[in-house]
Every structure is written in C-alpha cells, then in structure tokens.
C-alpha cells in the first residue's frame, strides 16, 4: 500500500515563529487532506488539498502531486496550534480508504 | 464544514461486556462512513469501511466478529465492540464522507476513548 511520511516527527517553537511541516507519498493520490488533533483528541480539518496551492488565515499549504509531496506553512504561531499535525492521502483505485501520515507533534512555547 | 458527532465521548466498562459507538453526520448524508482506532502517541489506523444498507468491509487483521458494525441509514453508523478486554481500549474515531463526483473531503467525529477494565 501507499507510504506517507510526515516530517519533522517532533518540533518546538517560540511563540511567533514561523514553521513548514512536510509530508512525502509515495504513489499518485488524488485525495489530499491535513488535519490538527488537538489535545482532546479531536481531528480539525484544515485544507482538502489534492494539489495547488491554499491559504486561510495563518496556515497555507501546497501539494505538488507530480513530486509527491505536500507542505503546511504555519506562520506567526500561537500557543493554541500545538497538537499533532497529520497529512493522509487516497491513491487512485485505493478504494475509499484515507491513509493517514505518521504526524507532526507541535508545541508551542510562550 | 460538515459535522460529524459521536457518542459517547468517554465510556469504561468491565472485561466481557459490549459497548456500542454511535456515529452521526449531523448537517449531510453519508452513503460511506468510516472507523479509526488510535493508541496513545500513533497515528490513525482504519478499522473498517462502513456502507448504507451493506455489509462493513473490514481492513486486514481486524475481526469482524469482534467490531460489528451497522450503518442502518445514511446519517448513522455504529460500532459495538463484543465482549471487550483490556486490549481493546483506545481511541475510537469515525469518519464521514461527502461524497460528490470531484469532492470528497472526509470529516471526523470527536472519538470515543474506551477503558476496559
């Protein structure tokens, strides 16, 4: 089955930075989605993302799907982004099945 | 974007009994729905396919005896875990999908966290 690799695996930031999230697949997909879980567990929808490029708010991304890869900026960061940052992806002919990323566990200090 | 509720929230329950998880989309139809298991610092495992009206399709190594699923109309599905031991707790998530030709972005409920004790 498809491969998708988050990175970095772990990443802490001052309060204001700014940060890229990556996440690498190895097949075509034709589904693209990020998502944050927050610290009660909840996954937030934060882009359907199958290529391009898209913005809102402080958060963009942009999914090159030739290259197999996709990037969540987050800029100006605030304490309320920490969480777990995931990328999943469905390859075409993958049935409906969404395969999710290893994650990015962010905190985000004061 | 769309809503997906689950209930409940939190359950703890005794070794040898069942639980049953209600998921619902609250403000669309959902012809396929979808269960997650997550343990503690790991990613979003799929359990099993849920489709209106038929059988579950279950993902290899999950026991369909074990997790029987029901998606009895298109707005609910649930999940009963069968005689539950303590290696069943976890967090349970489910998913539902909008399912439009070019557009289908899948949204997730708020989990269930099982403790079998």
């Known amino acids: 089955g498809i491969q998708v690799e988050q990175s970095p695996p772990d990443l802490i930031l001052q309060e204001g930075a700014n940060s890229t999230l990556r996440c690498n697949f190895s097949?075509?997909?034709?589904?693209l989605q990020w998502f944050h879980q927050n610290p009660w567990g909840q996954l937030i929808n934060l882009f359907y993302?199958?290529?391009g490029t898209k913005q809102n708010g402080r958060l963009s991304a942009t999914t090159v799907a030739t290259e197999r890869y996709s990037l969540l900026y987050i800029s100006s960061s605030q304490t309320t982004d920490s969480g777990v940052y995931f990328c999943?992806?469905?390859?075409?002919?993958?049935?409906?099945?969404?395969?999710f990323g290893t994650g990015t566990q962010l905190k985000v200090e004061l | 974007g769309a809503v997906v509720s689950q209930h409940p929230s939190r359950v703890i329950c005794k070794s040898g009994t069942s639980v049953k998880i209600e998921c619902r989309s609250l403000?669309?139809?959902?012809?396929?729905m979808f269960w997650y298991r997550q343990f503690p610092k790991q990613s979003l495992m799929l359990m099993a396919t849920?489709?209106?009206?038929?059988?579950?399709?279950?993902e290899q190594g999950v026991e369909k005896d074990k997790f029987l699923i029901n998606h009895a109309s298109l707005t609910l599905s649930t999940l009963t875990v069968t005689s539950a031991h303590p290696e069943d707790s976890s967090f349970y998530i489910c998913?539902?999908?909008?399912?439009?030709?070019?557009?289908?972005?899948?949204?997730f409920g708020p989990g269930t966290r099982l403790t079998v004790l």
């Open positions: 999943a992806v469905r390859p075409p002919g993958g049935g409906n099945k969404l395969t």
């Open positions: 849920s489709n209106e009206g038929s059988k579950a399709t279950y």
């Open positions: 403000d669309f139809q959902a012809t396929t």
């Open positions: 097949d075509s997909v034709n589904n």
């Open positions: 993302i199958p290529s």
């Open positions: 998913s539902a999908r909008v399912n439009q030709r070019l557009y289908n972005e899948q949204f």
